[in-house]
């Protein structure tokens, strides 16, 4: 590959205005249907400090400003950011976290890449409760609370409640989630503990 074709492919990627691309986004952008070309083309551009390689088959754009929720969403999808990062961003849990903790509907897993991204599986039926905030998917606070707990409830996952400020939740949102979670041993619980009174 020339010098020429990778400032061609830099251009065209920061016309797009892509911070990120999988392999299969690029091949079609490029109109690359060989898969050793292809490889041969993300290598050289990874190499050139163009493209950075975040797992396989997902690059960033060496000079793309984007921010850790984003890079956690698009590392693995689908994806939400919860449990820690989410209660810390909200002010919920007064702890900063280092670990960007996401909730998918894939099997579990931890990824390094500039930090540690941790990835909590939980049933396709509870994925839900999350908004776009800014270019990232993150739950809802009493959504973040609830997959906290449930989790925390199963043995899953370490909560100390006494280090969330509950008070920011809104009690009426709190309850049509409960509800539609439909799990009674979480209900019974966020009673006993009157986090809804």
Not at 148 to 156: A, D
Request: charged content about 30%; hydrophobic content about 40%; cysteine-free.
């Amino acid at each position: 590959m020339t010098s020429l074709t990778t400032m061609k492919i830099l251009q065209s990627l920061e016309e797009k205005r892509l911070k990120f691309v999988t392999e299969t986004e690029f091949a079609r952008l490029f109109k690359i249907e060989n898969q050793n070309t292809l490889n041969k083309t993300l290598q050289r551009l990874n190499k050139n400090g163009i493209l950075k390689r975040a797992v396989k088959g997902k690059y960033i754009l060496a000079n793309a400003d984007y921010d850790d929720f984003e890079l956690a969403n698009f590392i693995v999808g689908p994806s939400y950011v919860s449990f820690e990062s989410a209660l810390s961003l909200y002010g919920i849990l007064s702890q900063f976290t280092y670990t960007v903790t996401s909730v998918t509907i894939k099997r579990a897993k931890k990824v390094f890449f500039t930090k540690e991204f941790e990835y909590t599986h939980l049933d396709r039926n509870l994925f839900w409760g999350f908004v776009k905030n800014k270019n990232f998917l993150i739950a809802a606070p009493e959504k973040a609370f609830l997959d906290t707990l449930y989790l925390s409830l199963k043995g899953l996952r370490k909560v100390d409640l006494d280090e969330l400020d509950t008070s920011m939740l809104d009690k009426k949102i709190l309850e049509g989630y409960l509800k539609k979670m439909s799990k009674p041993f979480l209900t019974k619980f966020i009673i006993r503990k009157k986090i809804l009174t």
